[in-house]
């Protein structure tokens, strides 16, 4: 791949290159799993290891986790220590739901992200951006960067899912979040060690009060848009959420499904794009070179007597996607996929034994020696149209793939160009002093301490 010489290489954990004991082993997996992997990890195409608690198997080759993820999906289900990690706070969400539930939810939520219902939010997207953007107008000082994407997201997620109707108050929703992913987002040691579910975890015992938080915001919503559907009727907004209500009954959702399904959206779907538009909007400030591009693809296009709909900006700044993209790429918001075979299964000379963990990690992926030039650099032309074509479909997975593939990709794709085409046409944003976010895996890839950042306008 041509690509260019000048980099910046962000921070991330230094590939071990010694042998783990098990106390160290789970401390560093409750602490940050992306400090856990070797060098085999990020050079050889699988890495088998038998650990005192599973035998694990880590797929970085592409054909592999094309194997593991679509030509034999039927024969993996969703691994028992991320469900132990998940379904305490998502339930039967549609991240964690399994079988006719998931089915069932899938096809509840499918018209929801058809590509003409995401185009319809777009201008609802660009305006909650320009509303939120407004906060930095005459801004002095330093704001915390990845607290402001949450917020933004939060903001997009309610205006367009929702019709602007979620309960609640969205500062301490930010808040919450954190809460909740510092706590029950984290592995917990019973779980790696497979102790009985009726055993109490104390991450879970320290997260429930954000848990609690995150319910009572669905019950209010939900009662909010029952009580508007049965007095306006066909009136109510045909979105998410109306969608969902309407798909109640004995041959679609239950109620604690639709609970479910909004919590997920509400905690996770937003989630993930706010920690990507966070790390593009840090990286970019660390490669000026990488930003100036982007700031005169932005203002060419944003200064346009006649601009192009939001719908359409996704296709018409592919320098400012392609940031994002590697963004995505050096710091997964998902940066873990774990699948468990049902039956023993087989890869070329791989062996994948039945109940065995088959881990699936952007991280490692996204990084590795084999299929990636400079893998630890930043350099977004790796996703510029004349180059996009010579990434293998299964070597980058900011998304997933195969059956569970992120129903939201689409909305998540076109909710970030937009957000950073508002937010960089008006916007400089810049570290502050020397400091370097450490990224940790807490569900999402999050950088530890935030994003400490100035806003300095543009225009």
């Known amino acids: 791949m041509d690509i260019l010489k000048t980099a910046f290489t962000p921070p991330a954990p230094v590939p071990r290159t010694g042998p783990v004991g098990t106390l160290q082993l789970i401390r560093t997996i409750y602490r940050n799993p992306l400090e856990l992997w070797g060098e085999p990890s990020y050079n050889e195409p699988w890495v088998s290891i038998d650990w005192s608690f599973a035998h694990t198997i880590i797929a970085n080759d592409p054909g592999l986790i094309r194997h593991v993820l679509v030509d034999n999906a039927k024969n993996y289900k969703m691994a028992a220590v991320r469900q132990r990690i998940l379904r305490p706070i998502l339930r039967d969400g549609l991240l964690t739901a399994e079988g006719d539930t998931w089915k069932r939810s899938r096809k509840a939520m499918a018209p929801v992200f058809t590509p003409r219902h995401i185009n319809g939010f777009a201008t609802s997207m660009q305006r909650a951006t ?144 706010a920690r990507a538009l966070g790390w593009t909007l840090y990286l970019l400030a660390r490669a000026p070179w990488e930003r100036e ?79 990636w030039d400079q893998p630890d650099a930043f350099i977004p032309s790796r996703f510029h149209p004349e180059n996009r074509g010579k990434i293998d479909r299964f070597q980058y997975l900011p998304f997933g793939a195969g059956p569970r593939v992120c129903i939201g990709a689409s909305f998540a794709l076109q909710e970030a160009i937009i957000a950073l085409a508002v937010l960089l046409h008006r916007y400089r944003f810049d570290m502050a002093s020397s400091v370097k976010p450490w990224p940790v895996q807490k569900l999402t890839t999050q950088p530890n301490g935030g994003l400490p950042m100035s806003v300095i306008a543009r225009r």
């Open 130 to 273: 320009e509303n939120f953007a407004e906060r930095y107008d005459g801004h002095s000082g330093i704001t915390d960067v990845s607290r402001d994407m949450t917020m933004l997201t939060y903001d997009i997620l309610a205006e367009t899912l929702f019709s602007g109707e979620i309960a609640g108050d969205p500062d301490q929703f930010s808040h919450e979040v954190d809460r909740l992913f510092e706590t029950m987002g984290r592995v917990d040691p019973f779980d790696l060690l497979g102790a009985p579910e009726w055993l109490p975890r104390f991450t879970q015992i320290r997260g429930r009060r954000a848990l609690a938080f995150f319910r009572q915001i669905v019950a209010n919503t939900i009662e909010m848009r029952k009580a508007r559907m049965d007095k306006e009727g066909d009136k109510v907004p045909n979105d998410f959420l109306t969608l969902l209500l309407r798909a109640e009954g004995p041959d679609g959702l239950s109620r604690a499904e639709i609970e479910d399904n909004i919590i997920t959206f509400i905690g996770a779907g937003h989630e993930t794009t």
């Open 293 to 371: 591009l982007i700031e005169q693809e932005i203002d060419t296009f944003m200064d346009q007597r006649d601009m192009p709909p939001p719908h359409e900006w996704l296709d018409a700044l592919p320098f400012t996607r392609a940031a994002f993209e590697e963004a995505m790429r050096l710091y997964p918001p998902a940066p873990s996929i774990n699948r468990e075979p049902i039956e023993d299964d087989q890869y070329q000379d791989l062996k994948l034994p039945k109940g065995s963990a088959v881990l699936v990690m952007p991280w490692t992926v996204h990084r590795h020696r084999l299929y």
